[in-house]
């Protein structure tokens, strides 16, 4: 049980108070309810393996149609540098709840590890705060289920990764473990393949795909799960933000798509667009256009509930592109290295916040930021804070968004495997060998790594070279739950 991090507990006493004894709320509580009512709402949405080339609005020359995240970034603050916890899809989520590097927790790769209950988790946080809190789509933090096969990993086999969204501080979900069709999401034909299928008509065979939705309950959602599965999602996630507009809670929104990780399934509509590409290509480039759409959707939804202003809505990517470059249709646009590389291409993502009348339209920084600069921001946002001292990865990038920060006082660290990096300003150190060797890049000047500059700055590598080590060990003992109390 988290301590309270606001004093709301005499709060709601005093109200409940005012209500029985029918007395007049005085000034001071009706304040208090207003601040309530005016807290800033934050929706986290999340693509799942898309290149930091492949919307338009990081890469004109992509053939994505992507107008309403164009759109969205040409409203807010574009980071041309925005950065995944880990180079894969399971890090980088428990990095968004938790504030901290994946080798904190025990989530190294794609099913590994689970959310552990000593962790603290940004809507844990939110909902003492009176919070309403959702999440919707992918979870891939641990199984939803002891009792049937499910997924990856989710069954009795599973038992000691079960780890659910109603375990980590939300009130509403209905999510996956993990990947599922982009169309048609829980089915497949007989023979699929791991990449992409077209629609299957009513005269195709098809099987089960082997995954579910589960609800806060543990009950299998068995209904609206036909067509797009980003359209599927946000079916969900818009009453979710109704129904706290209607009670006046803030609310806290995870939205967290499958596309466009594999197998991607697009349906005619958004495939029309790309028939002369193949298969895979145009149910990539489809489904894009799918989540895409949806974006709009919320975006609109948010403007006709008149809450757009007090709601900060945040777009990223969990990490770069699947497959190999010239092979998958995926775009890194230029970056060196793709999906599970430490190279940019792995975890330089499309990263965007809309905040319409806080985020002036149309700016762009360079600002290096990660995924776990989510939680310190919204907390410094509401002006509270953790509530032990354990270490945290990211930083407020409130200073950054309130015009008052140019540069990230410290560095990113990242581990996947063997390889290691560190992102300092504009240079970037880099092993492949856990740091026996290492590679420096200056990113403002080499944005594709080609150059290794370690020969010529000698005391530059090894200032972040040590900082490395430092941050290892630091990793170390947390994942050694030395943090937990």
């Given at each position: 049980m988290l301590t309270p991090f606001l004093n709301l507990r005499s709060f709601y006493s005093r109200l409940i108070l005012s209500a029985v004894c029918l007395l007049p709320v005085s000034y001071e509580l009706q304040s208090q309810i207003q601040a309530a009512e005016e807290r800033p709402n934050v929706i986290l949405v999340m693509a799942d393996d898309l290149g930091w080339g492949d919307p338009r609005c990081f890469n004109p020359e992509s053939i994505i149609n992507t107008p309403n995240i164009d759109a969205m970034a040409a409203a807010g603050l574009k980071f041309n540098r925005f950065y995944s916890g880990g180079p894969v899809c399971s890090p980088t989520r428990g990095s968004c709840l938790t504030g901290r590097n994946p080798y904190r927790y025990g989530i190294y790769n794609a099913n590994?590890?689970?959310?552990?209950?000593?962790?603290?988790?940004?809507?844990e946080i939110l909902r003492e705060l009176g919070y309403a809190t959702g999440h919707f789509g992918k979870w891939h933090l641990g199984t939803l289920t002891t009792q049937i096969k499910d997924a990856n990993r989710g069954g009795p086999s599973g038992k000691a990764h079960f780890s659910t969204p109603s375990m980590n501080g939300y009130d509403v979900c209905m999510v996956t473990e993990s990947k599922v069709p982009t169309f048609n999401p829980m089915i497949k034909p007989p023979n699929a393949s791991k990449n992409a299928w077209d629609v299957l008509s009513d005269g195709n065979s098809k099987q089960p795909y082997g995954t579910h939705y589960w609800n806060e309950r543990g009950d299998v959602v068995t209904e609206n799960l036909a067509g797009d599965d980003s359209?599927?999602?946000?079916?969900?996630?818009?009453?979710?933000?109704?129904?706290?507009?209607?009670?006046?809670?803030?609310?806290f929104t995870v939205v967290w798509f499958h596309a466009p990780h594999l197998p991607v399934v697009a349906g005619p509509e958004h495939v029309a667009p790309y028939l002369k590409h193949g298969v895979y290509e145009r149910n990539y480039y489809g489904c894009i256009s799918a989540l895409d759409e949806q974006v709009g959707r919320l975006r609109k939804r948010l403007r006709e509930l008149g809450i757009a202003e007090n709601t900060m809505l945040w777009f990223c990517s969990d990490n770069g592109p699947e497959g190999n470059e010239g092979k998958a249709p995926g775009s890194a646009g230029g970056l060196r290295g793709r999906k599970r590389s430490l190279y940019e291409g792995g975890v330089r993502v499309p990263g965007i916040l809309e905040w319409p009348g806080h985020v002036t339209a149309g700016r762009v920084t360079e600002f290096p930021a990660v995924t776990s600069d989510y939680l310190p921001t919204v907390l410094d946002l509401l002006a509270t804070s953790m509530p032990d001292d354990r270490p945290i990865d990211g930083v407020s990038l409130l200073p950054l968004i309130e015009g008052r920060a140019k540069v990230r006082n410290s560095p990113i660290g990242f581990q996947s495997g063997k390889q290691v990096s560190v992102v300092e300003d504009q240079y970037k150190l880099y092993s492949s060998n856990e740091g026996r060797t290492w590679a420096l890049y200056d990113l403002d000047n080499d944005r594709a790594e080609a150059n290794d500059l370690a020969a010529d700055n000698p005391d530059r590598v090894a200032s972040m070279a040590a900082w490395a080590t430092a941050w290892r060990a630091s990793c170390s003992s947390s994942d050694a739950e030395v943090d937990y109390k």
């Open positions: 590994t590890g689970h959310m552990k209950a000593g962790e603290i988790t940004l809507p359209r599927i999602i946000m079916d969900r996630a818009i009453p979710f933000i109704e129904q706290a507009v209607d009670r006046k809670r803030p609310f």
